[in-house]
């Protein structure tokens, strides 16, 4: 249930605490703070958390023999006996009517640990279930974004850069997300933070645009509240093999 007053929580997968990640979750955190937001961090590699699914996870096992995730997950949500961390982070999770992922982008897609935690996290039979997910979902009245940072610079994650097409890359992200029924906004990228190597002159200017960048950042949280979601399909558009109905706009044409 959300908080009386909005409640943030920051999904922080960073492991250097100092990095320009780090800086845009303490740039988030205190404009958010300004805004009359409560905000927690859930700060994934200082806290520990342990990203590999397995059946060390689960003392009373729901199936003694072949250890199956999702029959684990659904077996422990019911009986009460998730693990201490898991169960720390679906709290955190309920507790927030807002959600901020920040993570960099490696080898075109999230990070190892924030992948894994959405491995344990998101627990089968209790954020969702084969009925509840999508528009069907169990939190749509919670909002949820992305803050991303790529080393390359932006030319090349358009459509036909060497990088790959942002929006691509972070479509499994992003879809899911929607699987849990969250109302999922445009993705914050911050491009091209790496400036190893330069000149005196040219690191003068690299870092004045990270703070330009920063600057941003603050001004979009500032603006939240007025931004639409990005538009999914949904059960009434899928027909009984789950393929988009025949004349839906988003219907590619062959």
Known sequence: MSSPHPHALIVFCHPEPHSFNGALKDVAVETLQRQGYSVEVSDLYAEGFDPVEGPAHFAE?????????????????????LPADVQREIERLE?????ILQLPLWWHAQPAMLKGWFDRV?????????????DRGRFPEKRVMLSVTT???A??????????HIV??????????????????PPQVTY???GGGL?????????????????????RLEGLGNEAPISFAGWDDWDEQGVLKAGHPDIWQL
Do not use: C, M, N
């Not at 507790?95 to 959600?99: G, I, K, M, Q, T």
């Not at 209790?126 to 509840?132: A, F, N, V």
């Open 61 to 81: 096992r729901g199936e003694s023999g072949t250890f199956l995730p999702l029959t684990e997950q659904r077996h422990a949500f019911e009986g009460g006996t």
């Open 95 to 99: 507790r927030a009517d807002l959600v």
């Open 122 to 134: 998101f627990v089968y039979g209790g954020l969702y279930s084969g009925r509840i997910r999508y």
């Open 151 to 153: 080393g390359a610079p």
């Open 155 to 164: 030319p090349t994650f358009t459509r036909h850069g060497r990088s790959g």
């Open 168 to 185: 691509a890359l972070l479509w499994p992200v992003h879809y899911s997300l929607y699987y849990l029924g969250v109302s999922v906004l």
């Open 192 to 194: 091209g933070v790496q």
């Open 199 to 219: 000149s005196y002159e040219a690191e003068e200017t690299f870092r004045q645009r990270l703070e330009a960048e920063k600057a941003a950042w603050a001004q």
